[in-house]
């Protein structure tokens, strides 16, 4: 099993930036894709970036359009943490930010969907005022 926490999340006006990070423990691996995503009040879970592995040197990430240019999603091998530096926040941007981890398994698609994870954090709330 792998537990994922989340923390960084908070109040922020619009225009500022906040880093949000994902601890990892128990059977982990950086084999695995990491993902973030959110959910507003009344929506869905929505995608927010994946960051999956290539070979041992070269991972490669993917964003939703809402926030590609804005985001960064980047990852710590050494400290098993994930992480989402997330700059010029609009207030569209407030959600409970979960990260998720897939072991690659049968389930595994593109990482863009919340079926291709098996592990999820409990959410770490951002709200950004206008």
């Known amino acids: 099993q792998v537990q994922l926490v989340e923390s960084g999340g908070g109040l922020v006006q619009a225009g500022g930036s906040l880093r949000l990070s994902c601890a990892a423990s128990?059977?982990?691996?950086?084999?695995?894709?990491m993902g973030w995503f959110r959910q507003a009040p009344g929506k869905e879970r929505e995608f927010v970036a994946v960051?999956?592995?290539?070979?041992?040197?070269?991972?490669?990430?993917d964003y939703s359009d809402s926030v590609k240019g804005r985001f960064t999603i980047s990852r710590d091998n050494a400290k098993n943490t994930v992480y989402l530096q997330m700059s010029d926040l609009k207030p569209e941007d407030t959600a409970v930010y979960y990260c998720?981890?897939?072991?690659?398994?049968?389930?595994?698609?593109?990482?863009?969907?919340?079926?291709?994870?098996?592990?999820w954090g409990q959410g770490t709330q951002v709200t950004v005022s206008s």
């Open positions: 998720a981890g897939s072991g690659l398994g049968p389930n595994y698609h593109n990482g863009i969907n919340p079926e291709d994870y098996d592990y």
């Open positions: 128990g059977r982990t691996s950086s084999r695995y894709a």
């Open positions: 960051i999956r592995r290539i070979d041992d040197l070269t991972y490669i990430a």
